[in-house]
T-cell receptor, first 117, second 111 residues
């Protein structure tokens, strides 16, 4: 149980295009989902906290107009990188916090590797 | 601002050796601390979660300890195996459930 999926697992796009990444909790409902970014050989940095039915909360330094987050249901959050540039190339990982039960744990998705040419 | 540091950054050991990975954090007001494993190009696998009221957690060959007052946690791996080779990340959890990650320790266990 407690599986989180991400789609796509990898994507290559041209500079200036937008890319949408999906994060789904497959067998549980998640009130809160988190989006992280990881550059090569670096650790994960929290980008934003996404709550179902409300606006996302962004960490300092993260452009909310560039990284659009939508949490439309208790099992799906999406991250859209708008007008992507090569410096946005990174590994994006989401996590989901269960709505009920043991809420101390976050379950992580397998990640999406974005390469912007 | 909470900062999480992991030492060493990289470690190479022969198979069978016991080893210790270190994690330190600057703000002791944490909710929980969690250790993860990350294989190259993959997501995270949770290894152990220590609640702030606990001192340690054990799972198989892994043992994690937490000393909040000194801002330290250690992950002990007994009888290391080549399959243990990965990057190990510690993360402190604030009351808002946000995770703040350390920079990781890249472990290589040589056959």
């Amino acid at each position: 149980g407690a599986v989180v999926s991400q789609h796509p697992s990898w994507v290559i796009c041209k500079s200036g295009t937008s890319v949408k990444i999906e994060c789904r909790s497959l067998d549980f409902q998640a009130t809160t989902m988190f989006w992280y970014r990881q550059f090569p050989k670096q650790s994960l940095m929290l980008m934003a906290t996404s709550n179902e039915g409300s606006k996302a909360t962004y960490e300092q330094g993260v452009e909310k107009d560039k990284f659009l987050i939508n949490h439309a249901s208790l099992t799906l959050s999406t991250l859209t990188v708008t007008s992507a540039h090569p410096e946005d190339s990174s590994f994006y990982i989401c996590s989901a916090q269960p709505r009920t039960g043991y809420r101390d744990t976050q379950y992580f998705g397998p990640g999406t590797r974005l390469t912007v040419l | 601002k909470q900062e999480v540091t992991q030492i060493p950054a990289a470690l190479s050991v022969p198979e069978g050796e016991n080893l210790v990975l270190n994690c330190s954090f600057t703000d002791s007001a944490i909710y929980n601390l969690q250790w993860f494993r990350q294989d190259p190009g993959k997501g995270l696998t949770s290894l152990l979660l220590i609640q702030s009221s606990q001192r340690e957690q054990t799972s198989g060959r892994l043992n994690a300890s937490l000393d909040k007052s000194s801002g330290r946690s250690t992950l002990y791996i007994a009888a290391s195996q080549p399959g243990d080779s990965a990057t190990y990340l510690c993360a402190v959890i604030k009351s808002s459930y946000k995770l703040i990650f350390g920079s990781g320790t890249r472990l290589l266990v040589r056959p």
